[in-house]
């Protein structure tokens, strides 16, 4: 006889910089490992399984992270269990809320919309302490030709050299709903630069360090060693441009996800 299973959402946050990304790895501090431990901590011998909404990289941080929760005896307390395992889990990752949800939502079909920041600065070396939250170039960057080229990547495109990890299975024709650079409003301290931005840009789902190399083409061609041409020849099924620039994992966060049900 099958098993009853319950489950739930769960919304977190977390600083990445001290972590080996979402997934699992042995040896590695990772997020899942320390959701993992957690809860085995917390409930001692009870079956659980944690799904997430998708997989971020080494350093990649979430304001807006989510992952299912499956356990074969429901949780009495919500509240209580926020808690605890708040209490339990390094400064470093927080769960906002938790809610029960049905047998037929799931975390991966079921998301709508993800939309990533980058956050990035240029120009002077910026104060140590930034450097979890602000990837720095110390070189001077063309500001609004990236404005202007960000703007080539929303539609759909494909984005085979957009990806690290292309194999025969990978979807690489993807659409992107929104791509801009825009002045940082988000994230202030004391310690940050005067002056930053944010590569804010918007889909349903994005390939291993896509992200990251879209930020990358942009910063290349902020320093003219890429044209606005290339970037446009590279987004065409069968180019064979190749990108040799990956920016830090650091500087990406999760901002915000949504769900269709």
């Known amino acids: 006889m099958k098993k009853q299973r319950f489950c739930y959402l769960v919304r977190l946050q977390y600083l990445g910089f001290r972590f080996n990304g979402w997934q699992v790895q042995p040896k590695l501090r990772t997020i899942v490992g320390m959701l993992n431990k957690t809860f085995t901590f917390l409930y001692t011998d009870s079956p659980f399984k944690i799904l997430g909404a998708g997989r971020t990289d080494a350093k990649v941080s979430s304001l807006d992270g989510a992952f299912e929760l499956f356990v074969e005896e429901p949780l009495l307390d919500l509240d209580l ?67 202007q080229a960000a703007s080539l990547f929303v539609g759909t495109h494909d984005f085979s050299v957009y990806t690290a990890s292309l194999k025969p299975t990978t979807i690489a024709v993807r659409e992107i709903e929104g791509c801009t650079i825009v002045a940082n409003d988000i994230l202030t301290a004391n310690f940050f630069p005067e002056h930053s931005y944010i590569l804010k840009i918007k889909g349903k789902g994005f390939m291993r360090y896509q992200i990251r190399m879209i930020m990358g083409a942009l910063v290349q061609l902020g320093k003219h060693e890429l044209s606005i041409e290339e970037i446009k020849a590279s987004l065409v099924t069968g180019s064979d441009h190749k990108l040799n620039s990956i920016a830090p994992g650091s500087g990406l966060i999760l901002n915000k996800l949504d769900f269709n049900k």
Do not use: V, W
């Open 81 to 147: 269990f926020l808690k605890d395992f708040n209490k339990n889990l390094p400064s470093d990752i927080r769960l906002l809320s938790i809610e029960p949800i049905g047998q037929d939502f799931n975390i991966i079909k079921d998301s709508k919309t993800k939309e990533y920041n980058y956050f990035f600065s240029f120009g002077c070396k910026n104060h140590p302490f930034s450097a979890p939250f602000i990837t720095n170039y110390i070189d001077e960057l063309d500001l609004e030709l990236m404005k």
